[in-house]
């Protein structure tokens, strides 16, 4: 039982409402929800003037969770290096940290989508150009395509990076150890199982339309054998895919938040091992992969088709983390 709840227990058994037991402590009712809902927690004096009130020992209010509850204990008992120091995170820092990761993820999800959207400029100036709609030339359609692209992914880019200078101060929560604060992993926890649902259903409507995206190439032979459908089908695929990434990138963002702080899913010890050894990799190979995608598209033109390149560099990707980190788990056993 966690500090909300025993407030909300033992203010009932008194007989009291909140607006009674809100008059006795000095504060506002209000303050009195939010404490026991979880969305926040008492201060040191008037967590000593509710054990006064209530006839309990500051003791019952603050450590028998932790004696009834061993996972928040297994939360913390990770293999802690030699030598290092566990860094406490408050209930003010965590929530000054979700504030800011799900109030950007709408955002970075928006510049995400943009990069994927960049090439259906190009696309469509080339079709029109082709189709004779507007009276420009191939060459001025490709040019004008090109900078809109680079534009795009400019635009994207410095989104990131702002992105991850603002982040910067919170790195530590995905890199290193830590430890939570008493009462923050119950309010953590409590919001996640809250955005649970609209997790599951992100990301059911994302795979979805990802399924789905695919169905105009398709159906295309069955209109017409012309090239100028085909590209247009492409545009469509982007969209979609597009709409779909953009789900991935909110849900993923937010649900990704509350793991970060219960050290949980992606971010548990070993993951955060993983990334160390990894994050080398990972640059190297996805800079390799867009230099590739680059020399392609410019060097045939056909920019509606090289956009393969991406998925089965995702795929291929996996496969090269496999086998970097057995190569690694090989080299450990044999030292």
Same mark, same amino acid.
């Given at each position: ?16 409402? *909140? ?233 993923? *963002? ?82």
């Amino acid at each position: 039982m966690i500090l909300a709840e025993k407030i909300m227990e033992m203010r009932k058994k008194n007989g009291w409402s *909140q607006e009674e037991l809100a008059y006795q402590l000095g504060v506002s009712r209000q303050s009195v929800s939010k404490w026991e809902s979880g969305a926040s927690i008492p201060d040191l004096e008037r967590i000593l003037k509710l054990s006064e009130i209530f006839g309990v020992s500051t003791d019952y209010l603050l450590k028998e969770e932790i004696e009834l509850a061993p996972e928040i204990v297994s939360v913390q008992a990770e293999p802690v290096e030699e030598g290092a120091v566990l860094r406490r995170v408050s209930m003010e820092e965590a929530a000054e940290f979700m504030e800011a990761r799900i109030g950007s993820a709408k955002q970075m999800a928006l510049a995400v989508m943009t990069c994927v959207l960049s090439p259906v400029p190009l696309l469509a100036l080339g079709v029109l150009a082709e189709e004779t709609k507007i009276s420009i030339s191939d060459n001025l359609a490709g040019g004008a395509g090109l900078i809109i692209l680079l534009l795009m992914v400019a635009a994207a880019t410095a989104f990131f990076v702002l992105h991850g200078m603002k982040m910067e101060r919170f790195e530590y929560l995905e890199k290193e150890q830590f430890s939570l604060e008493y009462g923050v992993e119950g309010i953590v926890r409590k919001r996640m199982a809250e955005y649970e649902g609209t997790y599951r259903i992100c990301t059911i409507v994302g795979i979805v339309l990802c399924i789905l995206s695919a169905v105009p190439l398709f159906a295309a032979p069955i209109v017409t054998d012309r090239d100028l459908v085909y590209m247009w089908c492409v545009v469509v695929l982007l969209c979609i895919v597009s709409v779909a990434v953009f789900l991935f990138v909110v849900s993923g *963002q937010t649900r990704g938040c509350y793991q970060m702080l219960l050290q949980e899913g992606d971010y548990t010890y070993e993951k955060k091992m993983e990334q160390k050894k990894t994050a080398r990799i990972s640059s190297i190979y996805w800079c390799v992969i867009t230099a590739i995608y680059l020399g392609i598209s410019f060097y045939t033109n056909a920019w509606h088709r090289t956009w393969i390149v991406w998925p089965c560099a995702g795929v291929l990707y996996a496969a090269v983390i496999g086998i970097a980190l057995i190569v690694k788990g090989d080299e450990r056993k044999k030292c």
